[in-house]
């Protein structure tokens, strides 16, 4: 993800909903800034049809939701904070491809947990599932400040040396 798909993430973002936390452009930007992951699916010029942002352990990302793993696991890890997909998109796969190239990019850095939160409060149903396909398991439960409340997600991943 570049400063150039900003657009097209805040739109898709904005299209989200509550599924996940509104995004304008300075907090964006402030995201982009800091060491991250970020992935962005688009087609054609003019339409991402969807986004993952993701940090590794050591970045000075301030979300609740990260410190408190960031406190609980010294391993190193990929915390994937936001994962959104046009609508028009949904069940094609696009958000097992971001999930997909993120293991990839935990693999090439010798990384084995992906970490997540889904909220429970509201509930999240379609997310919780989609996680537990994708082999998450619960790691605990948090109260943020805005009142949600949030299963905290890791998986481990595979070994990359086979040990």
């Known amino acids: 993800m570049t400063e150039g798909d900003a657009l097209r993430v805040l739109g898709v973002n904005a299209a989200a909903g509550s599924g996940v936390a509104s995004l304008d452009a300075a907090e964006l930007a402030r995201l982009l800034a800091l060491p991250n992951e970020h992935r962005v699916a688009i087609a054609g010029e003019d339409a991402a049809f969807g986004y993952a942002l993701a940090f590794p352990r050591e970045a000075a990302y301030d979300g609740e939701e990260f410190r408190a793993l960031r406190s609980a696991i010294a391993a190193p890890f990929i915390y994937i904070d936001q ?81």
């Open 83 to 163: 994962v959104a997909v046009a609508a028009a998109h949904h069940r094609r796969g696009l958000g097992r491809a971001l999930y997909q190239a993120l293991e990839r990019i935990a693999a090439r850095h010798r990384i084995r947990i992906l970490c997540c939160e889904v909220n429970t409060r509201p509930p999240n149903p379609a997310s919780l599932a989609f996680h537990a396909r994708m082999g998450f398991d619960a790691f605990g439960t948090l109260t943020v400040s805005d009142g949600r409340e949030v299963r905290l997600l890791t998986r481990t991943l595979p070994d990359p040396e086979g040990a």
